[in-house]
């Protein structure tokens, strides 16, 4: 459905949006290493069932992406363009994320089983992982435009993904509540960051009227 | 209502 492909191509030009800046401007700061090395976990954990059960080319495709690139950008971040990287602002305690990821994977599951926990353990962990990136958003105080585009990007892709969950659950009959919790959660960690740069868009709208 | 079996979302 229409809202589904959105997200799933939001989610993509966030990442587009995030390498062309680390290339453009061969450097990664006020990118938060925290939150792209938790994304390597969540995508690790999610698609491992790249190697048990088959959807489509798509869904594979797409899974493949989204683990090789967010591997790839913490390489570029640790390796490449380690120089310029500045650290000292980057000091969100991931513990309680990933601690409390687990703890809502373990309460929250459809069955018992290792990968079944790590699916959950990813959705909890995805909803909240941007959080190291806000925050660092905060105490840089000023962003390049285009992190924020990325960020938007982000939180868009999940945001999309609620009305796809409506659209589902009235026209598949099909409701996945540990899906929609977490998104709900995502999307209202996103909320705030939304409204600013609702804002900030608009005034820059209304800086370049004549 | 069916529950999600199989996760096809991504």
């Known amino acids: 459905n229409l809202f589904r492909i959105a997200g799933d191509i939001s989610h993509l030009v966030s990442i587009l949006i995030l390498l062309q800046t680390i ?27 790249l190697l048990t059960t088959y959807v489509s080319l798509y869904n594979s495709l797409m899974k493949i992406f989204f683990i090789a690139s967010s591997v790839y950008v913490v390489w570029l971040m640790t390796s490449k363009y380690n120089k310029k990287f500045k650290e000292d602002q980057d000091v969100f305690p991931v513990k309680y994320l990933v601690g409390g990821s687990f703890v809502m994977s373990l309460l929250f599951h459809y069955k018992f089983t290792f990968s079944e926990i790590l699916w959950s353990f990813s959705l909890w962990l995805e909803a909240v992982c941007i959080l190291p990136q806000l925050f660092l958003l905060q105490k840089t105080g000023e962003a390049k ?3 924020t585009h990325y960020i938007f990007a982000l939180g868009l892709y999940r945001a999309l993904y609620i009305p796809n969950w409506f659209y589902r659950y009235y026209s598949e009959n099909r409701l996945d509540l540990l899906s929609v919790s977490a ?3 995502q999307t209202t960690i996103y909320s705030d960051f939304f409204y600013v740069y609702y804002q900030k868009v608009l005034k820059n709208w209304g800086f370049n009227l004549p | 209502v069916k529950e999600a079996d199989g996760h096809d979302e991504l």
Do not use: M, P
């Open chain 1, 23 to 49: 290339e453009k401007g061969k450097t990664t700061s006020g990118i938060s290493l925290k939150t792209q090395i938790l994304y390597v976990v969540v995508f690790v954990t999610r698609y491992l069932d």
């Open chain 1, 183 to 185: 998104g709900l959660l």
């Open chain 1, 145 to 147: 435009a285009i992190t």
